[in-house]
């Protein structure tokens, strides 16, 4: 069964430098988005990205954050300047098209440490 | 008032059991409804999805949304060591193609053989 794959799985980087993390989508599907879970707490909705563009975005997206579809392929989360609190599992996830019956389907993360 | 409450458990239950998992919510717009299962380690994986109220089957999972109550559940039937993980509700205003999804906290459920 198709999957979305993320990499790296885990990524550990120093305060203040930038961090790309990569997501492939399920072939098919036309709606992706980022979402992010701090140890501990729920999972919560970062941006949406369909059709070249954000769709949707959280107060947490904010200008250190930034999402770019490089390739026909790729999808990925640039944070720029990256604090402590940044430290969570990211979560790439896509979708087929509007409509009922299609949901979103979740890669299995990257947990991202900030030192 | 927090918009998805899930108890986070843990749950513990003898295999063969029936797992009831619980959420309620407080914005009455949501129309869609989701489970996910989520192992150790692993990203959150599609159990049920269901629109608006009503019940849905699948294998020995069971989703149950009321809308009036605005409470939804998921009855696992005849439960396995293999169901040991964290369910995650989740619910959204549009369709879950286009609409950023609510999570609750999630419940640990352990399964013992």
């Known amino acids: 069964e198709p999957e979305v794959t993320q990499t790296p799985s885990h990524q550990v980087t120093q305060m203040g430098q930038e961090v790309i993390l990569r997501c492939v989508p399920i072939?098919?599907?036309?709606?992706f988005y980022w979402y992010r879970q701090i140890l501990g707490q729920k999972v919560e909705f970062l941006v949406s990205?369909?059709?070249?563009?954000?769709?949707?975005k959280s107060e947490i997206f904010d200008d250190q954050f930034s999402v770019e579809r490089p390739d026909g392929s790729n999808f990925t989360l640039k944070i720029r300047s990256t604090k402590l609190e940044d430290s969570a599992m990211y979560f790439c996830a896509s979708s087929k098209r509007v409509g009922q019956d299609q949901p979103q389907h979740f890669g299995d993360g990257t947990r991202l440490s900030i030192l | 008032q927090k918009e998805v409450e899930q108890d986070p458990g843990p749950l513990s239950v003898p295999e063969g059991a029936i797992v009831s998992l619980n959420c309620t919510y407080s914005n009455s717009a949501f129309q869609y409804f989701m489970w996910y299962r989520q192992y150790s380690r692993k990203g959150p994986e599609l159990l049920m999805y269901?629109?608006?109220?009503g019940n849905k089957e699948d294998g020995r999972f069971t989703a149950q949304v009321d809308k009036s109550s605005k409470y939804i559940s998921l009855f696992i039937r005849d439960s396995q060591p293999s169901d040991s993980a964290t369910y995650l509700c989740?619910?959204?205003?549009?369709?879950?193609?286009?609409?950023?999804?609510?999570f609750g906290k999630g419940t640990k459920l352990s399964v013992k053989p």
């Open positions: 989740a619910m959204s205003l549009y369709g879950g193609s286009q609409g950023n999804l609510i």
């Open positions: 072939s098919n599907h036309l709606y």
């Open positions: 990205f369909y059709n070249n563009e954000i769709s949707e």
């Open positions: 269901t629109y608006s109220s």
